[in-house]
């Protein structure tokens, strides 16, 4: 599910259905509005991986629909901030603001940001194998996301998740097929999404070369995109699969270059969750990594040159 959560942010860019009696307001400037400006602002940091700062424009943007009456755009942004919330671990938070988006959305009748926030909510909880739950909440998205492309092509994504977990591989390849085609041709990153499950999927099966080449796709579409921490996940997963083989020596190549990218964000708790593990692998391969603990060491502690997000 790591990508789902900027796919569906970017979405949110994505066309608005006007709820409101009177014109939205718009800047005198650029005829942007102010509420979709905060939001595309915290879009692009959620993208570079900066869940906090970009908290602060979901914020801002919430507060100006508010105060221009623009209910689509309220849920919107109620999306977005339960979205980051999920990415932060507050589970309960993330919940919360689910089910306002999902309601604020209902009385608006704005059938795409309703699936956009029912499959999130559904990929959240498929994370804490609420399956039973986030099937019921697929249904009803599948239900109203059939012609919204790249929404569509998420939900059948989680649903092959759903699949893998039962171990019906077989069905979670069918439905990827089918994702594949409802996204192909949108303008968003649904394609790296998709391939990164796949390689869960061959590394279920224990398919660790076509595993691998859906991993190395995905890392050159979030490339593509400047999905940083996307690229740290893609990274990782080629490091396991590199381990698995016996390949220490590009195992840690892989894992040294995901730590970096997640000091540099502050990402603590996933630096590390790793750090044991660049270490047994740089003693397996006697290979010195001090610079790269210095590194991460002096990013962790807000001292990079460019403190990304701040």
Same mark, same amino acid.
């Given at each position: 599910m790591k990508k789902s959560l900027f796919l569906i942010l970017a979405l949110a860019l994505w066309g608005m259905c006007a709820c409101a009696t009177s014109p939205p307001v718009t800047s005198p400037s650029d005829g942007i509005d102010d509420g979709d400006r905060e939001l595309k602002r915290g879009i692009y940091w959620y993208q570079k991986g900066c869940t906090r700062k970009a908290m602060e424009y979901f914020h801002a +943007?919430?507060?100006h629909y508010s105060l221009t009456d623009q209910q689509v755009g309220v849920a919107r942004s109620l999306? &977005?901030? +339960?979205?980051? !919330?999920r990415h932060a671990g507050k589970t309960e938070d993330a919940r919360s603001f689910y089910d306002a988006a999902i309601a604020a959305a209902r009385r608006c009748d704005d059938q795409r940001v309703m699936a956009q926030a029912l499959s999130n909510k559904a990929a959240m909880l498929i994370e804490s194998d609420d399956l039973a739950g986030a099937e019921v909440l697929l249904d009803e998205a599948q239900l109203l996301s059939r012609e919204t492309g790249p929404v !569509?092509? *998420?939900? =059948?994504?989680?649903? #092959?998740? =759903?699949?893998m977990k039962a171990n019906r591989t077989d069905e979670a390849v069918n439905l990827l097929d089918q994702a594949d085609s409802a996204a192909a041709g949108d303008r968003f990153n649904a394609d790296a999404t998709i391939r990164f499950t796949r390689g869960r999927l061959m590394m279920k099966t224990g398919n660790y070369p076509q595993a691998m080449s859906h991993f190395q796709q995905a890392l050159e579409l979030d490339r593509n995109t400047? !999905?940083?921490?996307? *690229? +740290?996940? @893609? =990274?990782s997963a080629m490091a396991i699969i590199h381990e698995q083989l016996g390949e220490d020596? #590009?195992? =840690? @190549?892989?894992l040294?270059? &995901?730590i970096k990218i997640h000091a540099l964000l502050e990402n603590r708790a996933k630096v590390l969750?790793?750090?044991e593990r660049l270490e047994s692998l740089a003693q397996k391969t006697g290979t010195d990594v001090r610079v790269t603990v210095h590194f991460i060491n002096?990013?962790? #502690?807000?001292e990079a040159v460019d403190v990304i997000c701040r």
């Amino acid at each position: 599910m790591k990508k789902s959560l900027f796919l569906i942010l970017a979405l949110a860019l994505w066309g608005m259905c006007a709820c409101a009696t009177s014109p939205p307001v718009t800047s005198p400037s650029d005829g942007i509005d102010d509420g979709d400006r905060e939001l595309k602002r915290g879009i692009y940091w959620y993208q570079k991986g900066c869940t906090r700062k970009a908290m602060e424009y979901f914020h801002a +943007a919430h507060e100006h629909y508010s105060l221009t009456d623009q209910q689509v755009g309220v849920a919107r942004s109620l999306n &977005s901030i +339960a979205n980051g !919330y999920r990415h932060a671990g507050k589970t309960e938070d993330a919940r919360s603001f689910y089910d306002a988006a999902i309601a604020a959305a209902r009385r608006c009748d704005d059938q795409r940001v309703m699936a956009q926030a029912l499959s999130n909510k559904a990929a959240m909880l498929i994370e804490s194998d609420d399956l039973a739950g986030a099937e019921v909440l697929l249904d009803e998205a599948q239900l109203l996301s059939r012609e919204t492309g790249p929404v !569509y092509a *998420m939900v =059948l994504n989680h649903r #092959a998740v =759903l699949l893998m977990k039962a171990n019906r591989t077989d069905e979670a390849v069918n439905l990827l097929d089918q994702a594949d085609s409802a996204a192909a041709g949108d303008r968003f990153n649904a394609d790296a999404t998709i391939r990164f499950t796949r390689g869960r999927l061959m590394m279920k099966t224990g398919n660790y070369p076509q595993a691998m080449s859906h991993f190395q796709q995905a890392l050159e579409l979030d490339r593509n995109t400047g !999905y940083t921490r996307g *690229m +740290a996940d @893609d =990274l990782s997963a080629m490091a396991i699969i590199h381990e698995q083989l016996g390949e220490d020596e #590009a195992a =840690l @190549d892989c894992l040294d270059r &995901s730590i970096k990218i997640h000091a540099l964000l502050e990402n603590r708790a996933k630096v590390l969750g790793n750090l044991e593990r660049l270490e047994s692998l740089a003693q397996k391969t006697g290979t010195d990594v001090r610079v790269t603990v210095h590194f991460i060491n002096q990013w962790l #502690a807000g001292e990079a040159v460019d403190v990304i997000c701040r």
